[in-house]
């Protein structure tokens, strides 16, 4: 059932939140760029006013994407209770967090040559730390976590634009995320795969300057004994888990695939993984994190 505020249907809402530094500003523009109505800042007790006065303009402001942070009073008590009480009244409302590592929170603050907004007279790393620990609970319940420590602008924007576009119907959409196991795991990966089990493309010398998306090394990935049977099994296995996912109202998921070095096989893998997950109807954003670092 779908709870109609004065007369009206709800709007759609989006809590964007996180850690400071980790492009909050960012989701909130690609959010803009497809239409949805941004409030920036905005206190948490405030949501529900929010959406009662968008649920009055006959459809003029379906969808509401509020961008929250850390600086509020009682932050964590607020908004969770806050999303709870609308998910009680069947309003859609869901909460991206973004976060970054420690050390890529302090390039980007030492870049702008900013404070951070709970730093105080401490140092920068103070207040990372004691704005990660208020977030804790807040990152627990969120809907949608998107580690942006190696994304630049461009590519966090494709991220959100890819979750939030538009789509016919409500369908699971998976970020299939390939990397390399020596530049560290995916933090914001709801499954790993690992695929060094496949001999590696790096020490066929033909081979070494291509990366998994050209056709001699997807064709020398997948020739090799237990590819495809792994890729079969596997995309069996998501059949499942995507299902389990849509029957508990989570529609976002992260699948990291992983090599050695992220440049071969996990790109390979990845890419048909993708081409499988789309057959199922799942909506499928591709990225490879770690190509072109070797």
């Keep these: 059932m779908t709870v109609e505020l004065g007369g009206e249907l709800p709007p759609e809402v989006v809590i964007v939140t996180g850690m400071s530094g980790a492009g909050r500003s960012t989701a909130a523009r690609a959010l803009e760029d497809l239409d949805w109505f941004v409030v920036d800042n905005l206190p948490p007790g405030l949501l529900p006013t929010m959406i009662e006065l968008a649920g009055r303009t006959h459809g003029a402001v379906p969808r509401v994407a509020v961008v929250v942070d850390v600086r509020s009073?009682?932050?964590?008590?607020d908004l969770?209770?806050?999303?709870?009480?609308?998910?009680k009244r069947d309003i859609v409302a869901r909460v991206l967090y973004l976060e970054a590592s420690d050390e890529a929170l302090v390039r980007r603050f030492e870049g702008v040559r900013r404070p951070h907004p709970l730093q105080g007279d401490g140092r920068l790393t103070d207040g990372i730390s004691l704005e990660r620990e208020t977030l804790r609970a807040v990152r627990g319940e969120a809907d949608l976590v998107i580690d942006t420590s190696q994304l630049n602008v461009h590519q966090l924007k494709a991220r959100v634009i890819g979750f939030f576009g538009e789509s016919d119907e409500v369908r699971t959409r998976a970020n299939v995320v390939s990397f390399g196991f020596k530049h560290g795991l995916p933090v914001d990966a709801d499954l790993v795969l690992d695929c060094r089990f496949l001999p590696n493309p790096h020490w066929v010398p033909e081979l070494r300057p291509m990366n998994g998306r050209d056709e001699p090394v997807r064709d020398y990935v997948l020739s090799q004994d237990g590819a495809k049977?792994?890729?079969e099994s596997y995309v069996d296995v998501l059949k499942l888990i995507i299902a389990g996912y849509q029957r508990e109202g989570k529609h976002y998921m992260t699948f990291a695939v992983g090599c050695t070095g992220g440049k071969h096989r996990s790109v390979a893998m990845a890419e048909q993984f993708g081409e499988r997950l789309r057959g199922l109807g799942v909506d499928v954003h591709v990225v490879h994190r770690d190509v072109g670092r070797e």
């Design 73 to 77: 009073l009682a932050f964590t008590e």
């Design 80 to 87: 969770l209770s806050t999303v709870e009480g609308l998910r």
């Design 229 to 231: 049977e792994m890729l």
